[in-house]
């Protein structure tokens, strides 16, 4: 492709040879080293700058702009303690996908209706949309991407990978969380199990057959 | 059937597979910038409206507020919606749109919008604005005119539809389908049905209405877009398809193809709604070229419910003739069709309704008589199995009463009438180039176990009666015209840049593994390339289930033509003819020892160049090849063996149908109404199948979506404000894990190659999703002993039959 | 309309009730209070409500915990979440019909992360309410649901406002007379959980009469239905997430094959849970058969006035009651 200056990229397409189909050849390096026009991609610190530049900007504002509160917080996600700056009001999933980079769950609804945010607090499943990032301080934050160890994929996403576990995957994330808590708790999970653990997970392309025998076998080799 | 093949028929993993399970994935809404913008848009708040005033100063003059556009400052649409509307002809339809640097203060600016409204009548129903007197939803008009085509013939042949108002002034409307109908704008028929009716031993006659859903994917449509002010624009989209969204985003906001670039690696889910650009797309991109910043327009999940799509609706009216063998002597069918007030889709639903009625019924004679409305509702655009799903969820339970009045067997009255290889479909009367439903049929009622089922029909249980139905659907699902793109390295690995994109069906792969069995190469050697406008080749858009056929054959000749150049690389450099070599297991030989490998071939190629490295464009291929397919080699040229491959006219005669049929075991409870699907079975006809894990997937998912078709989904309307008024997940249901049937799935396929599909193949998605459904109402229905005209059918619909006695249970 | 941006809002998170309620009183109508917070985020992410502060009680610690009493009741703190309730064992062993009730609560994620005090406090689901429509409840002059899509509705008990009260946690509590603790401004209180629920003609905004800077404390399980047979029935159209057509928690009491006393609740019918008198006084004093259950039901909801759209809760709300009575376990 052309080098101009849409060169660059963002984050997670430098070339991962597990293909997600990008950028070829080039390395992270080379994109951000190559990038013109002011335009560099970062993971992290979007939020804070632009909102402490309001703030100071506006001060009290017009009417409709009300006054940030806004604090340092200390997050335990996926055994790594990582700190944040946040608003109150900012959710635990606006915080994991903006200012950590952690984009596993996805905003499905943001209405805690679909689970496709699902993430594990001290091991539970919760809808991180529907909970405050100060909610989450002292409890251990579990993620689809503290699964994998060093290259190793954990029993449960090598399932999804052997059964066809996502068609569209926009759901796998939250649907392999609920099923590693299911597992924990309920080693040998029959059928009916499994669906019960599942039940706050919904699957738009209807791939829950899969889904199922997925955390069955993963459940087996755990 | 397929047990020659090397690759097709096998299962394998797909390459994006360990991105899905690891989060790697990126969706558009997972591309992090720095210095993006967030752009939110003000909706209407009325069912039908026009701006009388809008005053954007304080959301302007807001610390933080980068652009603001109003429906002044963007292209008008002549039918479709555009991306912003000084007259919103629909509740949550955006007419500004802003940029700040944060969602908070996109809000907050939204907000601060100001706008006087002029309120307009408004339409809901699509069987009231026929009436004399009766509103219109748009003010030029109530219906869309022109020719009804499938919504890929409209794209491919840009089909320009016009508006017209029509009323019927000497109908009776106190029916639920008006009679003395007046104007219908599609008139076709077979042979003359009133002698087919006349013929028949027993008549059945009804009005069902197929109703509307919405379509959402779990993923809402989420884009970036960042103009550059050297006017280069590059979008990080959510759709379904590479090409046709490329082309018409640039159109819609007045851009070069040749300037803009597209990454759609991964789209999470559209089933039709997000099957090409949509007025979303356009937003952050007329944002993005008044800062030259990325800009980025997050989806909302109740944005679904306003433009996200959906599925669109029906009234039908059924007379239809049976002998006592149960063949159809005649189908008369009259419908009217309603896809929102935003695009002339009512008349694709048309013409996939009365096709598939025709193709799937073969009735001795029938005459189709129909109409496309426009109301204030949602833009339902092709939502799986458009028009083709809604005829089956509304025809199938007919059949079954049918069998059941004229005392036979269903299965029996179904195999009286399904169409083999050469029957017609259609207006045309096209011969299909395969069919084999009632194959499926039988694979269905085996694998279901019919023949010990179907006594429990009506079987009560304590408070619980037994229901077995069955029913059927079909899609065009095959296309020829579009181009292919193969490209051997001089290290071996052949880089097949294909242009379907990447939505969860496999498929953006699956036309790799079609066109890697013609090349004969190893999969392990092959680089599947997706997700980037400019490395993909030109194909159709994946809906309408054609990506299987349409873009496995362009590979397929994409492959072909690396087939043939090899030969004439081989014997160029070993000596003989072309036709003394074979390229098999990533090599080219003769058989008497004289060989290369691809690695080798691709070297001599180079060396060659001319038309074997794409620095020559052979005259044929020049002409037919899209401008998009010979960019997408632009890098390569001089560099590598490039094949490009196009599919043509005489590629394809006939019409490429698949077919599903599935049966269907329900329990309903008389005392709650509620219904649990025991048991369904679900079969295709789909030509060879060619990647069966992805097959039995598209087909369960299918189900699993048509049976929330039949018992939770409806989008529901306010009549007095006509607004939308369950727009959140938990009001309009589509199934969780514990909705579907309590047995495993059953599903598979017939297995016949198409002789025009790419080794046989044809498209799959959509036909499964109306058998299914229309096994599990029929089921219901047979059960029940009653008719349904108004799905889903939820527990409340079974007590109201119950309490008006229209029930035949002991 | 503007979705999903929360206003900025400031989070207070007292330790002790008495800080909570002062908080509440500092702040006014400017502060909402909040405990799973799975349902007023909703409103806040729709703009239909927009505090400037959230009283968060999740940290008071006192408020957790399922604790049998040695006078055979049990306590529950309100803060105990919903998940926790469906798997006591406490309460599974002697007052089943509770967790069964909260065990069909919308999703495994939710019932993590709702508390019972929550589920009891729930607000309407009436989608014009909820829709942001200027209705009675919303303060408003006008109900749209009368007379248009009422569904979901009532069909007794209602006056200006037909909607439906939505709880499964409240019929379960309300089957075992169960009562709750409040403490406010004013000191403490208990009253009965049937009580807690107010009627559209009593207060056409509320759904319930905790007044601002109030805190549900506890719940209390009187011993009197230890160990009757229960039965719970939630009708939904899904089978996950969705809220009840209509559900039904039934306490029976035998005594010599008759029945001595009985509680027949059911939520989906009217705006408060709504105890089935007219059913529970027909069984009362026989012996159950599938005829008198039948009567039973048939005598349910004697002055029932549908809607539109909802006259099936009717026959629904009846039949539960002879299923309930004739499975009670």
Not at chain 2, 597 to 616: C, I, P, Q, R
Not at chain 2, 670 to 682: E, H, N, P, S, Y
Request: net charge neutral; charged share 20%; proline share 5%.
């Amino acid at each position: 492709m052309s080098e101009d200056d849409t060169g660059q990229v963002p984050l997670g397409s430098d070339g991962d040879p597990e293909g997600d189909g990008l950028i070829g050849n080039l390395s992270r390096r080379d994109l951000i080293k190559g990038t013109l026009g002011g335009v560099i991609v970062a993971s992290n610190a979007y939020l804070f700058d632009h909102v402490a530049v309001a703030a100071a900007k506006t001060g009290t504002g017009g009417p409709s702009v009300r006054q940030r509160f806004s604090g340092t917080l200390t997050l335990n996600v996926n055994g790594r303690k990582r700190t944040v700056n946040v608003m109150d009001q900012d959710t635990l999933l606006r915080t994991l996908r903006y200012k950590l980079g952690l984009t596993a769950a996805k905003f499905g609804c943001d209405r805690a209706m679909c689970g496709a945010c699902t993430v594990l607090v001290d091991g539970k499943p919760v809808y991180g949309c529907t909970m405050f990032t100060r909610d989450a301080v002292g409890s251990e934050i579990t993620t689809l991407e503290g699964l994998e160890k060093n290259g190793q994929l954990h029993p449960l996403q090598q399932a999804f990978l052997e059964d066809l576990g996502g068609q569209c995957a926009f759901c796998t994330s939250g649907m392999i969380m609920s099923g590693l808590s299911l597992i924990k708790s309920n080693p040998n999970p029959s059928r009916d199990e499994i669906k019960q653990g599942l039940s706050g997970n919904l699957c738009r392309c209807g791939n829950y057959e899969n889904e199922i025998s997925a955390v069955a076998k993963a459940a087996q080799r755990m | 059937m397929a047990s020659n093949f090397n690759l097709v028929g096998k299962d394998y993993i797909p390459p994006d597979v360990r991105a899905k399970v690891t989060g790697r994935a990126k969706y558009a809404d997972d591309y992090l910038f720095d210095n993006l913008l967030h752009a939110k848009t003000f909706k209407s708040p009325y069912a039908h409206a026009r701006v009388k005033s809008i005053d954007t100063s304080a959301a302007e003059k807001m610390s933080g507020v980068r652009a603001v556009l109003t429906y002044k400052d963007v292209p008008a649409e002549p039918i479709n919606q555009p991306a912003l509307d000084g007259e919103p002809l629909v509740f949550g339809t955006p007419v500004a749109a802003v940029a700040a640097v944060d969602e908070y203060t996109a809000a907050d600016a939204v907000d601060a919008i100001d706008v006087e409204w002029e309120v307009l009548d408004h339409v809901i129903d699509p069987i009231e604005t026929l009436k004399p007197g009766s509103p219109n939803a748009r003010s030029d008009g109530n219906i869309p005119t022109g020719k009804s085509l499938s919504e890929a013939q409209a794209r491919q042949t840009k089909s320009n539809p016009t508006i017209d108002t029509v009323k019927w002034d000497n109908a009776d409307f106190s029916t639920p389908y008006p009679t003395n109908a007046g104007e219908y704008t599609v008139n076709w028929s077979w042979g003359d049905v009133s002698k087919g009716l006349a013929k028949a031993d027993h008549v059945i006659e009804d009005t069902v209405e197929a109703h509307p859903v919405v379509t959402n994917p779990m993923e809402p449509r989420s884009n970036v877009a960042y103009w550059q002010s050297n006017g280069k624009l590059r979008v990080w989209g959510s759709s379904q398809s590479v090409g046709l969204t490329y082309f018409g985003l640039a159109g819609a906001v007045g851009a070069n193809p040749a300037d803009v670039s597209m990454i759609l690696n991964f789209c999470g889910g559209g089933f039709g709604s997000k099957g090409t650009n949509y007025p979303q797309m356009s937003i952050p991109a007329l944002l993005s070229k008044e800062v030259n910043q990325p800009v980025k327009i997050r989806g909302t999940r109740r944005e679904e419910f306003y433009w996200g799509n959906g599925r669109s609706s029906n009234v039908f009216h059924f007379k239809i003739g049976f002998s006592k063998t149960g063949r159809i002597t005649g189908l008369d069918v009259q419908t009217v069709a309603d896809a929102g007030a935003y695009s002339s889709n009512a008349l694709s639903n048309i013409s996939g309704a009365l096709t598939a009625l025709s193709a799937n019924l073969q009735p001795e004679t029938m005459r189709a008589r129909a109409i496309g409305v426009f109301t204030n509702t949602p833009k339902r655009w092709p939502m799986r199995g458009p028009g083709q799903n809604q005829a089956a969820l509304a025809v199938e339970p007919l059949l079954d009463r049918a069998a059941k009045e004229l005392g036979i067997d269903s299965l029996k009255l179904r195999l009286q009438n399904v169409p083999t290889t050469g029957d017609p479909a259609g207006e045309n009367k096209t011969p299909l180039t395969s069919a084999h439903l009632g194959e499926a049929y039988q694979m269905a009622a085996q694998a279901f176990g019919y023949d010990q089922k179907k006594s429990l029909n009506g079987k009560r249980e304590g408070n619980l009666v037994h229901g077995i139905g069955m029913g059927s659907a079909s899609h065009q699902s095959g296309y020829v015209g579009f181009d292919g793109l193969m490209a051997i390295h001089p290290d071996g690995t052949v880089e097949i840049r294909q242009g379907a994109g990447n939505l969860g069906t496999y498929s953006y792969s699956d036309v790799c593994r079609l066109g890697a069995e013609t090349l004969g190469v190893p999969w392990d050697q092959v680089t599947v390339g997706w997700g980037r406008s400019d490395r993909s080749s030109f194909t159709l858009g994946q809906f309408s289930s054609n990506t299987t056929f349409t873009t496995g054959l362009s590979q397929v000749k994409a492959a072909e033509t690396a087939v043939s150049y090899l030969q004439e690389i081989a014997a160029n450099s070993r000596g003989g003819g072309p036709s003394d070599y074979q390229v098999a297991n990533g090599e080219v030989s003769n058989g008497s020892g004289d060989s290369m490998t691809l690695a080798e071939a691709a070297k001599a190629a180079v060396s060659m160049g001319g038309k074997y490295t794409g620095e020559a464009i052979p005259a044929d291929l020049k002409k037919s090849l899209n401008p998009m397919t010979l960019a997408a080699a632009g890098d390569l040229v001089g560099k590598a063996l490039i094949a490009f491959g196009h599919s043509g006219g005489p590629d394809l005669k006939g019409f490429v149908d698949s077919f599903n049929a599935a049966m269907a075991h329900v329990t309903i409870d008389l005392g709650t109404g509620k219904i649990r699907v025991i048991d369904l079975a679900d079969y295709g006809d789909s030509g060879t199948i060619v990647h069966p894990a992805s097959y039995h997937a598209q087909i369960q998912g299918g189900a699993i979506q048509g049976i929330g078709y039949a018992l939770t989904e409806l989008m529901r309307f306010d009549e007095q404000t006509g607004i939308p008024i369950n727009t959140d997940w938990y009001q309009n249901k589509p199934p969780s894990i514990l909705d579907y049937t309590e047995q495993p799935l059953k599903t598979g396929g017939v297995n016949k190659p198409d002789p025009y599909g790419p080794h046989g193949a044809k498209g799959v998605g959509e036909p499964p999703y109306g058998a299914a459904a229309s096994a599990v109402t029929a089921a219901i229905q047979n059960g029940l002993g009653a008719t349904f005209q108004h799905h889903p059918i939820t527990p409340s619909d079974v007590l109201d039959k119950i309490a008006a006695g229209e029930t035949k249970v002991s | 309309m503007q979705d999903d941006m929360i206003k900025p809002l400031q989070i207070v998170k007292p330790t002790t009730v008495d800080e909570a309620v002062a908080s509440l009183q500092k702040h006014g109508t400017d502060a909402t209070l909040v405990a799973g917070n799975t349902d007023e985020i909703n409103w806040l992410k729709d703009r239909v409500r927009t505090p400037r502060v959230l009283v968060d009680i999740k940290d008071i610690k006192s408020l957790y915990g399922i604790d049998q009493q040695s006078d055979g009741s049990v306590r529950i703190g309100s803060l105990t979440k919903v998940a926790d309730v469906a798997s006591s064992d406490v309460l599974k062993g002697s007052f089943g019909v509770v967790p069964e009730a909260t065990s069909l609560v919308a999703t495994p994620q939710i019932r993590n992360m709702g508390s019972i005090g929550g589920n009891l406090s729930q607000d309407s689901r009436c989608w014009y309410y909820r829709g942001g429509f200027d209705c009675y409840r919303a303060g408003g002059h006008t109900c749209y649901a009368i007379t248009g899509q009422n569904r979901d509705h009532s069909v007794t008990d209602y006056s200006r406002c037909v909607t439906a009260h939505p709880s499964d946690g409240a019929v379960g509590l309300v089957a075992v007379d169960a009562s709750i603790e409040v403490q406010g401004p004013n000191g403490t209180r208990q009253e009965p959980l049937s009580d807690f629920y107010v009627g559209p003609q009593e207060n056409i905004t509320k759904m319930n009469d905790l007044a601002h800077g109030e805190v549900m404390t506890h719940i209390v399980i009187p011993k009197t239905w230890r160990n009757a047979a229960f039965y719970f029935e939630k009708v939904r159209d899904r089978n996950s997430w969705d809220f009840p057509l209509v559900n039904i928690a039934a306490a029976v009491k035998t005594s010599g094959g008759k029945v001595t006393d009985v509680r027949l609740v059911s939520n989906g019918v009217a705006p408060t849970p709504k105890r089935l008198r007219a059913a529970e006084r027909a069984i009362t004093g026989k012996a159950i058969s599938q005829s008198t259950a039948k009567a039973a039901g048939q005598a349910a909801l004697p002055n029932a006035a549908p809607l539109t759209h909802n006259a099936f809760k009717v026959p629904l709300t009846q039949n539960l009651v002879t299923r309930a009575l004739l499975n009670a376990k």
